[in-house]
């Protein structure tokens, strides 16, 4: 049915433009008695053509509820079953009018919609559907764009058009509409991709938001994207699936009946409960929708990227800041669906933004606002995890760090948290994301650089006036004891082993082989990933390594190869210094180079290799793990600690005293007022964790240093997730 051969040109289900040119053969010659004959021979085959097509598409739509309705469907049934919906909807008489009442719209959603989509009035919102909808076929001119009253009464009503006879008997109402509604299967989200790209053919090139709103039926198909969405925001997963759903109204019949049994006998878990967000089919579809090798027409895939995004602010105006459930899963959704919008409108260059970076940073503003803990700590991990894709633009970079989190009212009510978890993760935003040098000494990094030594010091000041104020009034001392995350844990920087292979995990050997030997020809200067080579110091086999070192010449003995990287991986293979001594020693003769190196300046000699041959060195992944204290530990960690004034991680405070190197520094005592009053009181326990915060990150970068890598810049940056603390 998708051939193009079922609608000709001449055919009254093609677009209105090449519908027209019927009308000028005809008027060529009227008088002949010939013409009339071959024109009524060509209304005729154009009619049979347009019948036989309609009819193979009722005759699937029985087919679709048929399938759609039992228990289990097969995953190429219901992609069938999809498309042949989407081409029964848009070419067959009174089929849209039943599908899109099996939806039962709520109003609320509908005007949603219709909100975001347009903001002008319903005279010009008229006259735009008028003449967009004039190139559709007629079977869809009943649905097109109206007020949201007109458009309630006319779904609460009986369909207008007659009832094809070939679907009288046809069960509309029947189990299959759970999945027709986005429920189980993919029934729906297949529909909504060919649906898509059928609009989008009869659209003129690069349409406006009100000329894509007014095409037939889109709103409606939009407002149930719409209730999908609300639906995954508000899930939580807290809950066990039995408990979701109810009682259970299996029988011995029922489990006796086979693969013809209904859908509504067994009652499934609840939609998203077992699933991970990547395995979200909102986020399947949009992957899918927006992938390079998609069947979707360019202007299809361009269509869909910006009604994607629109609807999901749409959902986001919605969720509530207070509640921490919906706050989670959007952030979860949020993680999946940005680098895929952003990835597309990279690889098509896109004149038109698709990710409203400016609303987004609204609503992280609003979620850092909640006095909610969870939703802050997850707001943090968000903020981690998706840095370089917010900050990939210089001024958006600036009104991140300078005009949000670096302020002095988001500074100080987050660095001097009441809750350590909190604490503890924008801490860490800030070692590794905001004061990580990567290369760039630009104006917008050192401003970054000299804001952050400034909020430090005021804080170090106002613990300065605390203390002597208590002294002077004999009061309690304030706290200097630094607090772990959560009770009997930490956050550590551990080994990440589970890693996946570059290409996916469903590689043949050859393609394993094949990346690994060309690893060192094709590597690109990343951030977290150099060439892939073996240690030179690890303390493996002479003839293992000889092995490795005669397989990366022309692809000879790749078995042996092979062999090498199943044994590199052991963990009697890793590096290994002779000593401690010597591998502080070697750290600390190459740290200024490695500080140069985030100026640019020494650090070309190691990257280039003019001094000698670079150190080979195997690029790792690590993450910010939440771990159990040893007892020992455990019994350092509520003790006071000496305050000294707060520095920036190593490479960030030489790059800034280079710059800065006659500064003297104000450690005067400072009143705490206004913003920073409140939550000063837990300023002596943040300085706390905040050196205990750095030390940790130096002598990170020292053993990344000792084990190989060339330079601070080249050292991986670990992973910061929220997986760990929901298990808390």
């Not at 198909?221 to 809950?239: E, F, H, P, R």
Request: net charge positive.
């Amino acid at each position: 049915m998708a051939r193009p051969e079922w609608t000709l040109p001449l055919s009254s289900i093609a677009t209105r433009p090449i519908k027209t040119a019927r009308t000028s053969l005809k008027s060529q010659s009227t008088t002949s008695l010939g013409s009339n004959i071959s024109d009524f021979l060509a209304d005729s085959v154009h009619h049979n053509v347009r019948n036989t097509f309609t009819q193979n598409l009722l005759a699937q739509m029985a087919y679709v509820v048929d399938k759609m309705s039992m228990r289990n469907v097969a995953a190429s049934v219901v992609t069938f079953c999809g498309k042949a919906a989407a081409y029964a909807f848009f070419y067959c008489d009174g089929i849209a009018e039943i599908l899109v009442r099996l939806w039962a719209t709520p109003p609320e959603t509908l005007r949603r919609v219709l909100v975001q989509g347009s903001t002008q009035k319903q005279s010009e919102i008229d006259s735009v559907s008028d003449r967009v909808c004039t190139a559709y076929p007629q079977c869809l001119h009943s649905l097109k764009l109206k007020a949201l009253r007109p458009t309630m009464k006319y779904l609460r009503s009986k369909p207008q058009s007659p009832v094809p006879i070939a679907t009288t008997y046809i069960p509309w109402h029947g189990p299959w509409v759970s999945r027709w509604a986005g429920k189980d299967t993919d029934l729906f989200f297949v529909f909504t991709k060919f649906f898509t790209d059928l609009v989008c053919r009869f659209l003129p090139d690069d349409p406006s938001p009100e000329e894509r709103m007014a095409a037939p039926a889109w709103v409606l198909v939009q407002a149930q994207i719409v209730t999908i969405l609300d639906a995954t925001m508000q899930q939580t997963n807290s809950q066990s699936p039995i408990s979701q759903i109810g009682p259970s109204s299996l029988t011995f019949d029922g489990l006796l009946a086979g693969a013809d049994a209904n859908a509504t006998v067994l009652p499934l878990p609840a939609y998203g409960v077992v699933r991970t967000m990547g395995e979200n089919r909102l986020i399947m579809l949009l992957r899918e929708c927006l992938s390079s090798s998609t069947i979707m027409a360019g202007k299809s895939r361009s269509v869909f990227a910006q009604s994607f995004s629109s609807l999901l602010k749409v959902a986001a105006r919605r969720t509530s800041m207070y509640d921490h459930n919906a706050c989670f899963t959007l952030c979860d959704f949020l993680e999946e669906a940005i680098p895929i919008l952003q990835r597309y409108q990279q690889e098509t260059d896109a004149a038109i933004d698709v990710v409203d970076w400016f609303f987004w940073l609204d609503v992280c503003r609003h979620m850092l606002q909640s006095q909610n803990s969870m939703t802050e700590v997850r707001l943090c991990a968000f903020l981690y995890s998706m840095w370089s894709t917010i900050t990939s633009d210089e001024a958006r970079r600036r009104e991140v760090c300078l005009d949000w989190l670096l302020a002095e009212d988001t500074f100080h009510a987050n660095f001097n948290h009441w809750c350590p978890m909190v604490r503890a993760f924008f801490m860490r935003l800030i070692v590794w994301k905001i004061a990580r040098l990567n290369g760039s000494g630009s104006d917008v990094s050192v401003a970054i650089l000299e804001a952050l030594d400034l909020r430090l010091q005021q804080v170090y000041r106002i613990f300065l006036y605390i203390q002597e104020n208590a002294q002077r009034k004999h009061l309690a001392a304030p706290s200097t004891a630094p607090c772990s995350p959560a009770p009997g844990r930490c956050l550590e920087i551990v080994r990440n082993d589970s890693q996946m292979a570059p290409g996916g995990s469903f590689l043949t050997f050859d393609a394993i082989l094949s990346s690994a030997s060309t690893s060192e020809a094709n590597h690109h200067v990343r951030h977290n990933a150099q060439e892939l080579a073996f240690p030179s110091n690890a303390s493996q086999p002479r003839k293992v390594a000889e092995d490795t070192i005669k397989s990366q010449d022309g692809g000879k003995k790749r078995w042996n190869l092979f062999k090498s990287i199943i044994a590199s991986s052991s963990p009697k293979d890793r590096p290994k210094t002779s000593s401690a001594k010597n591998a502080l020693a070697a750290s600390q003769s190459s740290s200024l180079s490695g500080y140069g190196s985030a100026e640019g300046s020494a650090s070309k000699t190691a990257m280039n290799g003019s001094a000698g041959p670079a150190p080979s060195y195997q690029t790792l992944s690590f993450k910010i793990s939440l771990e159990w204290i040893d007892q020992d530990i455990n019994n350092l960690v509520g003790r006071d600690r000496r305050v000294y004034p707060p520095k920036l991680p190593l490479p960030a405070q030489l790059s800034l005293q280079s710059r800065q190197p006659e500064v003297v520094r104000d450690n005067s005592p400072l009143e705490p007022l206004g913003v920073t009053a409140g939550p000063s009181k837990y300023a002596g326990r943040a300085l706390a964790e905040w050196a205990i915060l750095i030390t940790e990150c130096q002598n990170f970068f020292e053993r990344r240093k000792a084990e190989g890598v060339p330079s601070y810049q080249l050292v991986e940056t670990p992973t910061l997730s929220i997986d760990p603390f929901r298990k808390v």
